[in-house]
């Protein structure tokens, strides 16, 4: 069996705060066995860059 490869549990990112606060990932899980190959496919604006930024390591997570 294949061990998790990428992992993630509970991803959130919030920009700004108070009125102003834009939730850009909301609550992502997401798992990725060694070998796999995936996509995050959906519309524009939803998450899907700011998600890969914080796999990559350029925006820290709010949580998760």
């Known amino acids: 069996m294949k061990q998790d490869y ?3 549990e509970n ?3 919030i920009f700004g705060s108070g009125k102003d606060t834009i939730v850009a990932v ?3 899980n ?3 066995k060694e070998g796999e190959l995936f996509t995050l496919l959906g519309p524009s ?3 899907k860059t700011t998600a ?3 796999i990559a390591g ?6 998760g």
């Open 6 to 8: 990428l992992v993630l």
């Open 11 to 13: 991803l959130v990112k």
């Open 26 to 28: 909301n609550d992502v």
């Open 30 to 32: 997401l798992k990725v």
């Open 45 to 47: 604006g939803c998450g």
């Open 52 to 54: 890969l930024r914080m």
């Open 58 to 63: 350029f925006e820290i997570p709010t949580s």
